[in-house]
């Protein structure tokens, strides 16, 4: 796709790891508007595609998310591709953790964005 790019982690935390980020410079979820909704729809789109190419067919057993600042390390949109969710290890089950102040899911993101008004 021309507008994201897809690679895998360099410090994978499943088995399959990989990152999926837009090639035109997006900050991190915390700027993001209602507007971009669209734009993180199609990031797990892309996610998902990746995984499905790799033979992970269980796409119950993945993790899809973003690390919320200030526990990003770098201020560029990526959403965080992980399966199988099940084999991720004790740190990377604390790093990706749904339900945590510094981890959102990629549907939370998606419920917060589209809650905000038009103007913000």
């Known amino acids: 796709d021309g507008d994201l790019a897809c690679f895998k982690d360099i410090k994978p935390g499943a088995p399959q790891h990989y990152l999926v980020v837009p090639v035109k410079h997006v ?3 915390r ?12 990031m797990v789109e892309v996610g ?3 995984l499905q190419k790799n033979n992970i067919t269980d796409l119950s057993d993945v993790r ?11 201020n560029h949109l990526h959403l965080h591709v992980l399966a199988p969710a ?3 290890g004790f ?3 604390i790093f990706y953790r749904i339900d945590s102040y510094w981890f959102v899911t990629a549907e939370q993101l998606i419920q ?4 905000l008004s038009e103007s913000n």
């Open 48 to 50: 998902k595609s990746v």
């Open 91 to 93: 740190m990377s089950k």
């Open 86 to 88: 099940s084999e991720m």
């Open 64 to 74: 899809l998310g973003f690390h919320w600042p200030p526990f990003s390390s770098v």
């Open 31 to 42: 700027s993001l508007t209602k507007d971009h909704v669209p734009l993180v729809e199609k």
């Open 27 to 29: 900050g991190n979820c």
């Open 112 to 115: 917060r964005l589209n809650s």
